[in-house]
């Protein structure tokens, strides 16, 4: 059973930063995935926030352009979100998924970790 745990949320002052961390499970064929992160607050859908495809280009929101970076370290197996010049609008839930693009592979989620923005 493949499992991503997410970590690293917490409560931050605006201007602050954040890294978020999912680890997966090792018996996993991460090279067929996209990777992703998402967030989502309450009575909303939830959004992607950034992703790796599968040659390492990385795609980001509009919102979250120039501020967040995500990155992946295969070796340990974990996917990073940095967050920087954090917003009050930032505050979500973000979880971490990985995808097959092709839509032939089962997709794995996080139950997600809390960020909150506030002064």
């Known amino acids: 059973q493949v499992q991503l745990v997410e970590s690293g949320g917490g409560l931050v002052q605006p201007g602050g930063s954040l890294r978020l961390s999912c680890v997966h499970s090792e018996s996993f064929p991460d090279h067929l995935y996209e990777w992703h992160w998402y967030r989502q607050t309450p009575g909303t859908l939830r959004t992607s926030v950034a992703t790796i495809r599968r040659g390492g280009r990385s795609t980001y929101a509009d919102a979250v352009k120039g501020r967040f970076t995500i990155s992946r370290d295969s070796a340990e197996n974990t996917l990073f979100l940095q967050m920087d010049n954090l917003k009050p609008e930032d505050t979500a839930v973000y979880y971490c998924?990985?995808?097959?693009?092709?839509?032939?592979?089962?997709?794995?989620w996080g139950k997600g970790t809390q960020v909150t923005v506030s002064s």
């Open positions: 998924s990985a995808e097959s693009p092709e839509g032939v592979l089962p997709s794995y």
